[in-house]
């Protein structure tokens, strides 16, 4: 074993059998481990969402109560919206694969490039907000460490997500716990010691809502309610976390994704509408060296040593949820991308799995892309969260959308009960689209521009890749259809590969034609040199064959079926020929173990694999195909034996 096997084993972990019967057991998470790894999004959005709502009130703080109300029933109405999208789509993929199969591809395009902005926002913004906690409790001489401290802490995740899901959500888990353990308990506590003010404060609001009415008007007064409404939008970020991952989730996954997302709406509910209840009850007052949070607490705890000791716990517990929050951007992200990988929208590269069943191209893309936009903002989180409260929201209201089209169009497939999901899903989608249109005008000029411009590079990019990979689907395809030979009888005594004579072992890809082309190409250039003809070749386990054990076997057969095939052609016309697959996430990797098994089995024998040569070829189809017979050469001559790339023009 390799210094560098062993250094990947120690920090990333040993690598996993997607085959093994425990695997999906090992990997899965149940109802608990899917509220801390995809729900902390959302409940550190309440760190700061309704802060900025009950801000915006000014001077008239007792409409704050129409707000909480409204967050709380907004947060139920868009989880349970949700769960309609968890019903209908049990393989995950959430709003990405809503928009696409109900509205169509190009929307789903545009609800996917709205994701994977706001998963890598999550990461940044959490992370930027994580640090402004801790580095408040610090003398100001370490301020100018705080960005390096930010990439050291983004590295830190990325390492720790190539451990897997599971492993990173354990290790997070105890910050999560005592988050809501310590909130909850202060919640609870701050209420009931200021419980008689309760009984006051719905008839001073009432009272304030009439003279407000009477003094500016019902408009400005509905105007004002719903300006500081939208202003904590970001509240809601993170509850479409859920319906993505439905597919890491353990079985049942569709009673486990609804109890995760009641999980997380009560929780978050509860945590948004109770800050701003305390902000009521305890006459909080903005402040610019301590969050209102902050402010709040402090008045509950008191100037005892004791209390200052809670309160700096308290913090520093809501500092570390912000970074659990960051985790879920690399949890939730790499998967919306992997699903655009499936439908060619990004490079198919993304599709794949690393050794621990990771995501490990797309954690690596969100964790680099995260740092830059951290490094370009210096860390600004009021900046960022501009760009951050935006694009969750066009999601929201494009899944919401598709929900409303599905039951219209399929109300006679549908339950009895078909209409009351109609009403609630166009009453959801007016909701989430007026919220998406108020935050819009509000904040385009201060910063949201810079999300919609993000956007729109991000949508034009993906349209330049589908392109490309539609007219390469296109020539395969003919490829295929040409180069494919049939095979007209079966050879009932085929001839038996001798294991001294000279060997041609040919790779196969998933294209036939391209296979068949290397098999003619040696039979031409090699005219009966060669005696036998060994097939080989890697079933790669990637998000799409890893969905589940049915994919999987399906993946096997297609692979073995394929195989066969060109063993029955060679033996119709008397040549011995044989193969070999196997099947795991590292295609390299595996083609070597088979290389060196071949090898010792045909000790005279050469390797051929065709390469496809683009007529413009550049860094743009480099990126888009593998380069996997270029690699595969490297790693055989490295151990001494010969691979031939044959050249083969598309």
């Given at each position: 074993?390799?210094?560098?096997t062993?250094?990947?084993?120690?920090?990333?972990?040993v690598?996993?059998?997607?085959?093994?019967?425990?695997?999906?057991?090992?990997?899965?998470l149940?109802a608990?481990?899917?509220?801390?790894?995809?729900?902390?999004?959302g409940?550190?959005?309440s760190?700061?969402?309704?802060?900025?709502?009950?801000?915006a009130?000014?001077?008239?703080?007792h409409?704050?109560?129409?707000?909480?109300?409204?967050?709380?029933?907004?947060?139920?109405?868009?989880?349970?919206?949700?769960?309609?999208?968890?019903?209908?789509?049990?393989s995950?993929g959430?709003?990405?694969k809503v928009?696409?199969?109900?509205?169509g591809?190009y929307?789903?395009?545009?609800?996917?490039?709205?994701?994977?902005?706001d998963?890598v926002?999550?990461?940044?913004?959490?992370?930027?907000?994580?640090?402004?906690?801790?580095?408040?409790?610090?003398?100001?001489?370490?301020?100018?460490?705080?960005?390096?401290?930010?990439?050291?802490?983004?590295?830190?995740?990325?390492v720790l997500?190539?451990?897997?899901?599971?492993?990173?959500?354990?290790?997070?888990?105890?910050i999560?716990l005592?988050?809501?353990?310590?909130?909850f308990g202060l919640?609870?506590?701050?209420?009931?010691?200021?419980?008689?003010?309760l009984?006051?404060?719905?008839?001073?609001?009432?009272?304030?809502?009439?003279?407000?009415?009477?003094?500016?008007?019902?408009?400005?007064?509905?105007?004002?309610?719903?300006?500081a409404?939208?202003l904590?939008?970001g509240?809601?970020?993170?509850l479409?976390?859920?319906?993505?991952?439905?597919?890491?989730?353990?079985?049942?996954?569709?009673?486990?994704?609804?109890?995760?997302?009641?999980?997380m709406a009560?929780?978050?509910?509860?945590?948004?509408?109770?800050?701003?209840?305390?902000?009521?009850?305890?006459?909080?007052?903005?402040?610019e060296?301590?969050?209102?949070?902050?402010?709040?607490?402090?008045?509950?705890l008191?100037?005892?040593?004791?209390?200052?000791?809670?309160l700096l716990v308290?913090?520093?517990?809501?500092?570390?949820?912000?970074f659990?929050?960051?985790?879920?951007?690399?949890?939730?992200?790499?998967r919306?991308?992997?699903?655009m990988?499936?439908?060619?929208w990004?490079?198919?590269?993304?599709?794949?799995?690393?050794?621990?069943?990771?995501?490990?191209?797309?954690?690596?893309?969100?964790g680099i892309?995260?740092?830059?936009?951290?490094?370009w903002?210096q860390?600004e989180v009021?900046?960022?969260?501009?760009?951050?409260s935006?694009?969750?929201?066009?999601?929201?209201?494009?899944?919401?959308?598709?929900l409303?089209?599905?039951w219209?169009t399929?109300?006679?497939?549908?339950?009895k009960?078909?209409?009351?999901?109609l009403?609630?899903?166009?009453?959801?989608?007016?909701?989430?689209s007026?919220?998406?249109c108020?935050?819009?005008?509000?904040?385009?000029?201060?910063?949201g521009?810079?999300?919609v411009?993000i956007?729109l590079?991000?949508?034009?990019?993906?349209?330049?890749i589908?392109?490309?990979?539609?007219?390469?689907?296109l020539?395969?395809?003919?490829?295929?259809?040409?180069?494919?030979?049939p095979?007209?009888?079966?050879?009932p005594?085929?001839?038996a590969p001798?294991?001294?004579a000279?060997?041609?072992?040919?790779?196969?890809?998933?294209?036939?034609?391209?296979?068949?082309?290397?098999?003619?190409?040696?039979?031409r250039?090699?005219p009966?040199?060669?005696?036998?003809?060994?097939?080989?070749s890697?079933?790669?386990?990637?998000?799409?064959?890893f969905s589940?054990?049915?994919?999987?076997e399906?993946?096997?057969?297609?692979?073995?079926?394929t195989?066969?095939y060109?063993?029955?052609?060679?033996q119709?016309?008397?040549?011995?020929?044989?193969?070999?697959?196997?099947?795991?996430?590292?295609?390299v990797?595996k083609?070597?173990?088979?290389a060196?098994?071949?090898s010792?089995?045909?000790?005279?024998?050469?390797?051929?694999?065709s390469?496809?040569?683009?007529e413009?070829d550049n860094?743009f189809?480099r990126?888009?195909?593998?380069?996997?017979?270029?690699?595969?050469?490297?790693?055989?001559?490295?151990?001494?034996?010969?691979?031939?790339?044959l050249?083969?023009?598309?």
């Amino acid at each position: 074993m390799s210094i560098f096997t062993k250094l990947r084993d120690f920090f990333i972990g040993v690598p996993l059998n997607p085959f093994s019967p425990n695997i999906t057991r090992h990997i899965s998470l149940v109802a608990l481990l899917a509220w801390v790894g995809l729900g902390a999004d959302g409940l550190s959005s309440s760190c700061y969402g309704p802060e900025e709502a009950f801000i915006a009130l000014g001077s008239h703080t007792h409409l704050a109560l129409y707000i909480a109300v409204a967050i709380a029933i907004t947060v139920f109405i868009i989880s349970l919206g949700y769960n309609q999208v968890i019903e209908l789509f049990p393989s995950g993929g959430g709003g990405y694969k809503v928009a696409t199969q109900l509205l169509g591809p190009y929307v789903g395009l545009v609800s996917g490039a709205a994701l994977l902005i706001d998963y890598v926002l999550t990461i940044a913004v959490s992370t930027a907000s994580g640090m402004d906690a801790v580095f408040s409790f610090l003398p100001q001489k370490f301020l100018p460490f705080k960005l390096i401290t930010e990439s050291l802490f983004l590295i830190f995740l990325i390492v720790l997500n190539m451990r897997g899901m599971k492993e990173s959500i354990k290790v997070l888990l105890p910050i999560f716990l005592g988050f809501v353990i310590l909130h909850f308990g202060l919640i609870l506590y701050g209420i009931a010691a200021h419980s008689k003010g309760l009984t006051t404060i719905i008839p001073e609001t009432v009272i304030e809502t009439q003279g407000l009415a009477t003094a500016i008007g019902l408009l400005p007064l509905l105007g004002l309610m719903l300006h500081a409404y939208s202003l904590g939008a970001g509240t809601y970020t993170g509850l479409e976390g859920v319906s993505n991952n439905v597919n890491v989730l353990s079985e049942p996954r569709v009673k486990t994704g609804k109890l995760t997302m009641l999980y997380m709406a009560i929780s978050l509910s509860f945590t948004a509408g109770g800050f701003i209840l305390l902000y009521l009850l305890w006459n909080a007052k903005p402040s610019e060296e301590m969050t209102l949070n902050a402010v709040v607490f402090h008045s509950i705890l008191g100037d005892s040593m004791a209390g200052k000791i809670l309160l700096l716990v308290t913090l520093a517990f809501e500092a570390g949820l912000l970074f659990v929050a960051a985790n879920s951007g690399f949890l939730a992200g790499p998967r919306v991308l992997a699903n655009m990988a499936i439908d060619s929208w990004v490079p198919n590269r993304f599709r794949h799995l690393s050794s621990r069943l990771v995501i490990q191209n797309g954690v690596i893309l969100f964790g680099i892309t995260a740092l830059i936009i951290l490094v370009w903002s210096q860390g600004e989180v009021s900046w960022l969260v501009i760009l951050y409260s935006i694009n969750v929201f066009v999601t929201f209201s494009l899944s919401l959308l598709g929900l409303s089209v599905y039951w219209a169009t399929h109300r006679k497939n549908a339950s009895k009960r078909w209409y009351w999901r109609l009403a609630f899903s166009a009453f959801a989608f007016l909701i989430t689209s007026s919220i998406l249109c108020v935050t819009l005008t509000l904040k385009f000029e201060s910063g949201g521009w810079v999300t919609v411009l993000i956007t729109l590079t991000v949508i034009c990019i993906c349209l330049i890749i589908k392109r490309h990979y539609q007219s390469f689907s296109l020539k395969t395809k003919a490829l295929d259809e040409q180069l494919k030979q049939p095979i007209v009888t079966k050879n009932p005594h085929p001839p038996a590969p001798d294991h001294g004579a000279p060997t041609a072992v040919i790779l196969v890809g998933k294209s036939m034609g391209v296979s068949m082309h290397t098999l003619l190409s040696v039979l031409r250039i090699f005219p009966r040199y060669f005696k036998n003809f060994i097939f080989v070749s890697v079933g790669s386990v990637d998000v799409e064959s890893f969905s589940g054990r049915e994919t999987l076997e399906a993946m096997r057969d297609e692979v073995t079926e394929t195989l066969q095939y060109f063993v029955e052609y060679c033996q119709q016309y008397d040549m011995a020929a044989d193969s070999y697959a196997a099947f795991g996430t590292d295609t390299v990797s595996k083609l070597t173990e088979l290389a060196e098994k071949v090898s010792e089995i045909y000790p005279h024998s050469i390797f051929f694999a065709s390469k496809l040569i683009f007529e413009n070829d550049n860094w743009f189809t480099r990126i888009l195909h593998n380069e996997t017979p270029t690699t595969l050469q490297r790693f055989l001559h490295l151990q001494g034996k010969e691979l031939m790339i044959l050249p083969m023009k598309i």
